[in-house]
């Protein structure tokens, strides 16, 4: 969908932001409730897509992509109703499930017309289905077809679609492989693998095309233990990686020019990972941080960039961002208590 010119946000306020906090959230903000930095700033929309949860029941909110409709449609592991479909208000138009007790990615395609998704269930498949939710296609486990020896684990995480209609399907918490596999579903194949070199990773979470650089397609890999985004050609082959110290990065997702992505954890306290220390982190076009609303300012000494943490307690775990057309920000989040996704209002 072509993304139209943002249109700038002139509120000075944000009415009853401490009365509209979801259960489980409580946050500390600057006096004219912005957060963010550079060009780069927010208010916080805390009440936007809160529903009712005896009715429409959420567990963790995975991930959140947006349609040619401009709806919002989120993934999430309660089986009554993996997928939630918003409005732009937060309202909710419908929802539909698969009975799946561990759905952790949404993928969006255009194919001839048409938009299908991509959902991955940590317990092992990988699903293709209309916006309606019927299954169209479903991709073999590596343990079955043989691609993976006895003994290796197999739980994906993520999906992303080539322009020639290649999938890509990231083992994150199981062998540390990304498979790719033809429009056919034919397994081409695999790279990566779990260690610490520069073409293998640690929880290789999330994956994306990237062609902001002259319109070649490249691979964004999420190597989270390693706090870094890794570059790979189409064909697997180690570019770079993009080093963001203190963030436990999820899946990277490019908008225009610029790549979003949620932070689960962040070193807040030592060298490990600390729960709920999560913020959003933003890149520009050079793969440069540009601003962290809820952590800390982004900040290069000699061209390194230094240590990033949470700087206030917004969120808890950030697993995902969805971005529209004004540029604004819609954040799932995994154990934060069963709340909805927050937006984050650009101004």
């Known amino acids: 969908m072509k993304i139209p010119r943002r249109h700038f946000l002139k509120q000075t306020a944000l009415t009853g932001i401490a009365m509209t906090i979801q259960p489980h959230l409580s946050f500390s903000i600057s006096e004219d409730g912005i957060i963010g930095h550079s060009d780069f700033k927010y208010k916080i929309d805390a009440k ?77 498949r990988v699903i293709k289905t209309d916006l309606q939710g019927n299954i169209v296609d479903e991709i073999a486990s590596p343990i079955k077809e043989g691609i993976y020896e006895k003994g290796m684990r197999y739980t994906p995480t993520e999906t992303a679609v080539a322009p020639n209609g290649d999938l890509y399907v990231t083992d994150g918490y199981g ?32 994956i994306a095309v990237d062609q902001r650089k002259d319109g070649t397609p490249t691979l964004l890999c999420t190597s989270r233990g390693h706090n870094s985004f890794k570059r790979f050609t189409m064909e697997g082959e180690y570019l770079e990686t993009i080093f963001l110290p203190g963030a436990f990065v999820c899946r990277p997702v490019i908008h225009g020019q610029n790549l979003y992505a949620g932070v689960c954890w962040s070193r807040t306290k030592y060298l490990e990972q600390m729960d709920n220390s999560g913020f959003v982190t933003i890149l520009d076009q050079n793969n440069r941080v540009v601003s962290n609303p809820g952590g800390t300012a982004p900040v290069y000494l000699d061209e390194k960039l230094q240590l990033m943490v949470q700087e206030k307690p917004i969120f808890k775990h950030c697993h995902d961002v969805c971005i529209d057309q004004d540029e604004n920000i819609y954040v799932c989040q995994w154990n934060a208590g069963k709340t909805y996704p927050i937006k984050l209002i650009r101004v």
Not at 58 to 68: A, L, Y
Not at 72 to 81: C, G, K, S
Not at 82 to 94: A, C, K, V
Not at 189 to 197: E, I, L, N, Q, T
């Open 175 to 206: 062998s540390q492989f990304v498979l790719q596999y033809d429009k056919n579903g034919k397994f081409v194949r695999k790279f990566g693998g779990d260690g610490h070199g520069d073409a293998q990773f640690k929880t290789v979470h999330g």
């Open 48 to 124: 936007w897509g809160n529903l009712d949860p005896e009715k429409t029941p959420v567990k963790n909110c995975h991930e959140m992509v947006m349609d040619k409709k401009a709806r919002l449609i989120m993934v999430t592991d309660e089986a009554r109703n993996n997928i939630i479909i918003y409005d732009q208000s937060g309202q909710l138009l419908e929802s539909w499930t698969l009975g799946l007790e561990a759905a952790h990615g949404l993928t969006l395609v255009e194919e001839g017309g048409e938009e299908f998704l991509w959902i991955v269930d940590n317990g092992g």
